[in-house]
């Protein structure tokens, strides 16, 4: 197992008689979505004592010479930069006495270049070492994990339609019929560059389009930084207002109650009748999580509450509160049987009928007409979708 990789198989074999020895790795996993591309900027001795796991399909470069072992020329191989640099000069020189009889010039270039790559290993001055694997398993090694390493640029990139059929994954023949482009969009995570919500360095937020069993489509957003380490994940709707709001009133009678899997709109108010808790719309904003998540949630919530800490927090208000957290991972734990009520107006909430499409018994799902108040908590009351041309045209 190599650290902050995968798991891959060494294989070695020595042969007493000839002295003969071979090392050779195979990944121990599948190939991977996308292909790999590692960058290194070679500067020091140490640099050439990196790990590096090469595959068999993986192409070796080094651009400063010209250099480059192309792929399945070699065997994968579990071995330091040095040694791969030691591997193509042992290469090189394996047919040299025989060009040197039948091709002295040849074999006089092939000489220099052998001094030029053996060079390398002082590293005199600095050099540029690329891997780049369209399996994506090959692998060099980053001595500062899990910080990150200047000196090492990682890419991922989908894979060509030639790389995949010389990965005997798919035909060329496939690319060639026309890809439908919303079901491109279901299948591929979207990336787009954002600032992180509590450092503001620059972060990435991964967007998914996501078909819920017996629902709709949403939208699953997630960011992930860096610097901090603050995860955050958000869900929007992928659809329009429904017509009529949602109230899923949920018995919890048993544990498993808690496994199941729940969208909270931004527009969906919580409550928890024995508790005399609720919770307004828009708090923790969207989350498509299990009934358990969204109360681990609820309870980070009540006790990260700031009029609770420190000095000037009132002792019955923190009793009351740490009482409240107790009842709540009474329910959580199946001890406490409770209802567990979303009402959202805007009809895009869910929570997972665990019999469907069978009636769930202790699941009840109503509609009904939303309030004025309501309407214009959305912005429907203001919005008109029908005749706003013909009243807008005399204005202009």
């Not at 790999?36 to 651009?63: F, G, H, W």
């Amino acid at each position: 197992r190599i650290p902050f990789f995968k798991e891959i198989i060494v294989s070695s074999f020595a042969c007493d008689s000839c002295s003969w020895s071979n090392t050779e790795i195979q990944s121990a996993g599948r190939i991977q979505e996308q292909g790999v591309r590692y960058t290194l900027a070679v500067t020091s001795r140490q640099d050439m004592n990196r790990e590096v796991v090469k595959t068999d399909c993986a192409t070796a470069r080094i651009p400063e010479l010209d250099f480059e072992i192309p792929p399945f020329t070699q065997k994968g191989v579990l071995t330091t930069i040095e040694g791969i640099i030691d591997r193509a000069v042992a290469g090189l020189e394996q047919d040299q006495p025989i060009r040197r009889a039948t091709n002295e010039e040849v074999a006089s270039k092939i000489d220099e270049f052998i001094g030029k790559l053996k060079q390398l290993k002082e590293v005199h001055s600095p050099f540029t070492f690329i891997i780049d694997d369209p399996s994506g398993n090959s692998f060099v090694e980053n001595p500062r994990a899990p910080q990150k390493d200047e000196a090492l640029v990682v890419t991922h990139y989908r894979r060509t339609p030639q790389q995949s059929a010389m990965l005997g994954l798919e035909g060329e023949e496939v690319e060639e019929k026309p890809a439908d482009s919303a079901e491109d969009l279901r299948n591929e995570v979207l990336q787009f560059n954002t600032n992180c919500p509590e450092c503001n360095a620059p972060a990435s937020t991964n967007m998914k389009l996501v078909q819920i069993p017996h629902f709709k489509e949403v939208i699953i957003m997630a960011t992930n930084c860096d610097s901090c380490g603050h995860r955050t994940n958000e869900v929007k709707s992928g659809g329009a207002i429904e017509s009529q709001g949602t109230r899923i009133t949920l018995r919890i009678t048993d544990p498993s109650d808690m496994t199941r899997d729940i969208l909270k709109s931004e527009t969906c108010s919580v409550e928890i009748p024995e508790l005399e808790f609720e919770l307004g719309m828009g708090a923790l904003g969207g989350k498509f999580t299990t009934l358990e998540g969204l109360l681990k949630d609820i309870a980070e919530l009540v006790e990260k509450n700031p009029f609770t800490l420190g000095d000037s927090s009132m002792p019955s208000r923190t009793e009351k509160l740490q009482e409240f957290i107790g009842k709540l991972h009474e329910i959580m734990e199946g001890k406490t049987t409770a209802h567990f009520i979303m009402d959202d107006p805007a009809g895009n909430s869910y929570l997972q009928n665990v019999y469907a499409p069978e009636e769930d018994p202790e699941l009840k799902v109503e509609r009904y007409e939303r309030t004025f108040e309501q309407n214009e908590d959305l912005g429907l009351n203001d919005m008109k979708t029908e005749g706003y041309e013909s009243e807008g045209a005399p204005g202009r």
